[in-house]
């Protein structure tokens, strides 16, 4: 495990100097990862913020979330959001999560605002601020490097429609909207990339949500950067939801599985929100297998 960590690190290294590629396009949140990453058509909670800005206008309630998760050893991803009704057709979120290990991290600092256009219709914005974290070993590595810049600015953009047919939401997500860039060169450009999904609700039991990302929309290209994920949710009681979820790679052939569950209680007016997200890949992907937890208070 400890040379398939060291694998990662080096990955880390090289994609970080050319546009923080891993913590743009490893899924958000662990509802997110339990539904195979299918949530831009959702994203009901404070972790819009990060999958999908608009879907803030939704929260009628102030929502803080702490997630968790990573694989054995030193490598992991870490989340803390917090979203809230500004007004009835306002909503602002914050967000920071960080991905990588005590020598090198990914790091990205959100705030976001959505706003109800029309009855059903929100629009998001979210402006980041992405940076690297050396450890003195790997700034003396990479210090003969040129154009070496470790922050970068960015833009997210997003849609969400609840349609008049009861139950059905669509959503449209525009990750890295002003293409920013690390450095002087357009190879250190961060790539548009494209989330249209849709979600159905079958009353308050049940929920299935399907996604297709399609990677750097300003470009033609014959490679595989696109895929579709899916993901199911059902209430087994009225506390306890579980979820599963299938979802391809954008970089690599591969396809992972998740499942999920969740666990909703009430205190004198407070919500609690327990989830648990695993998600296994096959080869050669194996790596990232993760377990995720995540605490959700709303009040």
Known sequence: MKIGISILCVALIATSSAGFVN???????VRSLGLGSSLVAVA????????NPAGLGQLMRRQMTYTHGGVPDDLGRYMVS?????????GLGMGYERIGSSLLSENGAFVSLSYQALSGLY???????LFSILSPTLTEMIANE???????????????????????????FLRNA??????????????????V?????VGTLALLSVQYVRRDVTKISFTRHRRWMVGVEGYLLEELVLRVGRQESLDVRGV???????????????????DYAYRENGEPLELLSAHRFSFACEF
Do not use: C
Request: proline share 3%; glycine share 16%; hydrophobic share 40%.
């Open 23 to 29: 913590i743009q396009n490893i899924d958000s949140g």
């Open 44 to 51: 009901d909670n404070s972790d819009a913020v990060f999958i």
């Open 197 to 201: 999904g849709a979600g159905y609700r």
């Open 82 to 90: 917090f979203g809230m009704p500004l007004n009835s057709k306002l």
């Open 256 to 274: 992972s599985l998740s499942m999920g569950l969740g666990y909703r209680l009430g205190y004198r007016g407070i919500g609690l929100l327990l």
């Open 178 to 195: 002003n293409q920013p860039s690390t450095g002087e060169s357009s190879a250190l450009t961060l790539p548009t990339d494209l989330h």
């Open 146 to 172: 040129d154009e070496v810049d470790t922050a970068t600015v960015g833009v997210d953009v997003g849609l969400l429609w609840q349609s008049s047919f009861s139950g059905a939401q669509m959503g449209l």
């Open 123 to 129: 629009m998001g914005v979210s402006a980041k601020y």
